[in-house]
């Protein structure tokens, strides 16, 4: 537990960044499946860009965690 509190002590700045663009990325889903009846073609470019951006932050976030940020 201690190994954890320090971790997100030192990396707290790139965390709520990640953080942030990961819920951009589930807003993006969600307003893409409720434009579905509108415009086929505005459900897929939206759902997918949130799609990419969710797996994308995900897998960034999982890496700062484990490796960390080297500067």
Request: no cysteine; hydrophobic share 60%; proline share 1%.
């Amino acid at each position: 537990m201690d190994f954890l509190k320090t971790m997100i002590e030192f990396k707290w700045p790139f965390l709520l960044i990640e953080v942030v663009f990961l819920f951009v990325g589930i807003a993006l889903i969600v307003i893409g499946i409720k434009t579905r009846k509108k415009s086929k073609s505005t459900f897929l470019i939206i759902t997918f860009l949130g799609i990419a951006i969710t797996l994308l932050l995900s897998w960034v976030l999982f890496w700062t965690l484990i490796v960390g940020y080297n500067s």
